[in-house]
Each structure stands twice: as C-alpha cells, then as structure tokens.
C-alpha cells in the first residue's frame, strides 16, 4: 500500500522542531564547528557542555578510527568510567582493534603476545571463540587485507566499531544513542511496515506519536 504524499501536505512542522531534529544529528557525530555555526543562524539553544561533549567523544572516535585504538581505550575510561566493564562486547572490539593494528605493521610478534595477554581471556566465552579464530587467522597472510578475514582489517570494521563506541559513550553519560533524525527514520519505517501489512488495523497497539517525541538533542 503506498501512502498518498497528500495527505502530509497540510501537516505543520514548527521551525523549532527541525532545528532540534538537525542539531541532535550534528551533535550527534560531533559535527563541532557546523553546530556552532547552525546555533548562530537559528538561534536555538544546545545543552549545557554540549561543545565540550562533543570535543571529548571526537577526539575518542578519531583515535578508534586512526590506529590508535589504545588510546581511545583510555579516554573512554575517562569520559565514561565503568562502561568498557560493563560492555564487554565493546571492549573486545576496540582491544581487536589494536590487535589487527599491530598485524597490519606486520608486527606479528607484538601482535602475539597481545592477543595472548588481552584476548585469550574472552575465550573462556564461546560466542568469542569463532571471532577469536578469525582475528587469530590473520596472522598466516603476509597480506591480511588479501586474506578470507579482510573485513577485519578494513575502514568499514573500524567505523562500525567506532559508531558503537560512540553510542555507547551517549548512553552512559545519559544522552540519546541514537539521534533524533534517526529515531524518526525508525520510526517511520516502522510505521510504513504496519501500514503496508494491516491497512485497516492497529493490531500491534502501535503508539501514537508526534515529532515532539524526536526533538530533544
């Protein structure tokens, strides 16, 4: 069933409602210098720290992305004490991502003993076990990035790791982790499904909702 775009067409959509959805985006990604920019044009009013929290949360995720992944480790135990602890999930992947750093300088050796000292402990954990062996393949290629295993030493490995990282931090610090654009994208797509399945029923008791449910950054 496709939805008529007429049926939106008288539908108001304040000034301040799409500010706040576009400056919770920029806040979001850490968007520093575009948040300064777009407070200045609208005139809206971020929360308190806002830019300080930005700068801290760059600053982690430019260093998962940028081979430093230690160091990331470091400043998130900083910025967010007891969350690495708490998400072990998200402590495996940024420990992983040292290891595939030492790997890819062909630091074997280094690479060895880290994997030996950090990551054999989540062994004791099956759902590890077959990302364990993975990591650990990588150290039979001469050219990981060639190997079955190349999405682990890949751009797209690192970001999807540092997105987690960095909606892990926002909800830790009590923030949203997920910006309110996306909540509204979710949402909607939600709504669309439900729509396209039962025209003529609400048999999910899907709630009701307005875009004041999506504007607060």
Known sequence: ?????RLYENIAVSDSDSHSIVLSYLVHNCFKDTVESFV????IKPQANCLEDI??????????????????????????????????DLHFDLLSLRFVELVCLRKCTEALVFAQEKLTPFGKVQKYVNKLEDFMALLAYEEPEKSPMFHLVSLDYRQDV??????????????????SLERLI???SVVRQHLNQEPNSN???LPPFSLKDFTNC
């Open 55 to 88: 700068d801290r949360r760059k600053r982690i995720i430019k260093f998962a992305l940028e081979d430093s992944s230690l160091k990331a480790i470091e400043l998130t135990e900083e910025l967010a004490p007891g969350l690495l602890e708490q998400s072990t």
């Open 203 to 205: 048999k999910d008791g």
């Open 186 to 188: 979710q949402q909607t």
């Open 40 to 43: 200045g044009c609208t005139g």
């Open 1 to 5: 069933m496709e939805l008529d775009p």
């Open 162 to 179: 540092a997105d987690k990282l960095n909606r892990a931090i926002l909800a830790h610090t009590k923030q949203p982790s997920y910006s």
